[in-house]
């Protein structure tokens, strides 16, 4: 059975730190690693990582993948209190539906 | 930018009563799914479709039913309501590899329901 484990399960930090979420994996026949932003209402997609791509970079926010150790984590430079709501990591195996992690909710403050 | 429309976004009910819970999306995706999520936890699925008069049950069992009578539309029904189906219900869709997308989902902005 595909499972995701995320930690850690929350994080309050100040803004202007840098904050790592990780994210472990077992999954048969591996096909992709997601990650996405859920804040109030549903979730947003953020990066996808595959064997042909392993490391992400969107401004301030980073991704890398492991499939040896079998994780991946995000990475968060200089937050802001805009980049505070529950970041999901997801995997998507054999099965072909992505498998969800219970996420890590994330509050910046001033 | 995702067009997938979630109805109703928020309904109280109260025990026993029939409810359907409405999406919609017109990106032309094969796959549509329903996760189910309460406060705090993950994504569960519960049903998804990879197109027209394709349906199955996903990891998570539910009482609810789904149909695909159109690529569109994906409504998921519940006959008769219970406290225990108290939760988020996010409906997404997704487009397949071979049309230049990641796989990544598209969610709906959600239907919450309570039932009393």
């Known amino acids: 059975e595909d499972k995701v484990v995320q930690s850690p399960l929350s994080l309050v930090v100040h803004e202007g730190d840098t904050v790592t979420l990780n994210c472990s994996y077992e999954?048969?026949?591996?096909?992709?690693l997601l990650w996405y932003k859920q804040e109030k209402k549903a979730p947003t997609f953020l990066f996808m990582l595959?064997?042909?791509?392993i490391e992400k970079k969107s401004g301030r926010l980073s991704s890398i993948l492991d499939k040896k150790e079998l994780f991946s984590i995000l990475n968060i430079t200089a937050t802001q209190t805009g980049d505070s709501a529950i970041y999901l990591c997801?995997?998507?195996?054999?099965?072909?539906?992505?498998?969800f992690g219970s996420g890590t909710q994330l509050t910046v403050l001033p | 930018e995702a067009d997938i429309y979630q109805t109703p976004r928020y309904l109280v009910i109260g025990t026993g009563k029939k409810i359907t819970l409405e999406c919609s999306q017109t990106?032309?995706?094969?796959?549509m799914y329903w996760y189910q999520q309460d406060p705090g936890m993950e994504l569960h699925l519960i049903h998804y479709?990879?197109?027209?008069?394709?349906?199955e049950k996903g990891d998570l069992s539910s009482e609810s039913t789904v149909s695909r009578i159109r690529t569109e539309h994906f409504p998921l029904t519940l006959e008769s309501a219970r406290p225990s189906h108290t939760s988020q219900y996010l409906c997404?869709?997704?487009?397949?590899?071979?049309?230049?997308?990641?796989?990544?989902?598209?969610f709906g902005e959600g239907s919450r329901l309570t039932v009393l």
């Open positions: 997801a995997n998507s195996g054999s099965a072909r539906q992505l498998t």
């Open positions: 997404a869709s997704s487009p397949p590899p071979g049309q230049g997308s990641t796989g990544e989902l598209f």
């Open positions: 999954v048969t026949n591996f096909r992709s």
């Open positions: 479709s990879y197109g027209v008069n394709s349906t």
């Open positions: 990106m032309g995706h094969d796959k």
């Open positions: 595959t064997s042909s791509g």
